[in-house]
């Protein structure tokens, strides 16, 4: 139970930190290329890893770099995404991977306890008021590409769950940062992006902050919590987001958005008090 509590810790850590990035994104594919932001912000994660890459157990590169895919999908749609759409509405979005998780668990016939389906279920209203707040520009082909990133990151937090309990927390960390670098590096080879005008204290942030930190942290997290709770958990991430919008941006929210942005809280306070057995 104490690695339990632990674990939901730093997946509330994580929450926090993933709120930032929305802002940080959408700022930054305003100066330059979706693909030469994702690689870039990867590279300087990946140089944090590269020592613990010198001593990986046996079996950790095929784990490691089916996660990387499913990473590099996610991390590209949202980015292409937040070239259309509002920072506060691509993390609601996004957040739709709360009732993807159990959905996809329960085609490969996993049981989940009437909590979780509750939780989720609450979730999935909260981000649907946030998400059709009146006060949020209408839906438009951002909207889309988000989408897939809420699917591919469902894919990745079940295929996580699996891999976290196998292998050790950095190592399983180091080959996902460095796989999706290598990924990464093809999209940018395959578009050409120029250089220049790169902000790059908007690239060391998501590389150090809210991309090797938070891998691990995620990572190291669902070793110990189970993939429907943290999938819970996750939907913290758009109230952050909002938070931070409104600080920084100016999105502001309406009684719809406030509302779901409640839900979004008790599904997530509903789900950790499950049994993580």
């Known amino acids: 139970m104490r690695r339990y509590a632990l674990g939901l810790l ?8 993933w709120g930032t990035t929305f802002v940080v994104v959408k700022g930054a594919v305003g100066e330059m290329a979706p693909s030469l932001l994702v690689f870039l912000r990867f590279l300087v994660a990946s140089l944090f890893f590269l020592p613990i890459a010198l001593r990986l157990p046996k079996g950790v590169w095929g784990a490691g770099l089916e996660l990387s895919f499913w990473l590099l999908l996610g991390y590209a749609s949202q980015a292409v995404g937040l070239l259309h759409t509002s920072a506060s509405r691509s993390a609601f979005i996004t957040a739709l991977n709360v009732v993807l998780v159990p959905l996809l668990l329960g085609l490969v016939g996993r049981r989940l306890g009437l909590p979780v389906w509750l939780s989720a279920l609450l979730a999935l209203l909260g981000v649907g008021l946030l998400s059709y707040d009146p006060k949020q520009p209408p839906l438009n082909v951002g909207d889309l590409w988000t989408l897939l990133t809420a699917l591919t990151y469902a894919l990745y937090i079940v295929r996580l769950e699996v ?8 190592p399983l960390t180091a080959v996902q940062v460095l796989g999706t670098t290598l990924l990464a590096l093809l999209w940018v080879l395959w578009e050409g992006p120029a250089l220049h005008g790169v902000p790059w204290g908007a690239v060391l ?13 995620q990572t190291w997290g669902q070793r110990y919590v189970p993939a429907p709770q943290a999938a819970v958990l996750y939907t913290l991430e758009p109230v952050w987001a909002t938070l931070f919008a409104f600080l920084l941006l100016g999105e502001r929210l309406g009684p719809s958005g406030a509302l779901g942005a409640l839900l979004v809280v008790l599904a997530t306070l509903l789900a950790t008090r499950q049994s993580p057995a």
């Open 163 to 170: 891999y976290a309990k196998a292998f050790p927390s950095l």
């Open 205 to 217: 942030y998501l590389g150090v902050v809210a991309t090797a930190l938070t891998t691990w942290l």
């Open 10 to 17: 730093a997946l509330n850590l994580l929450t926090l930190l």
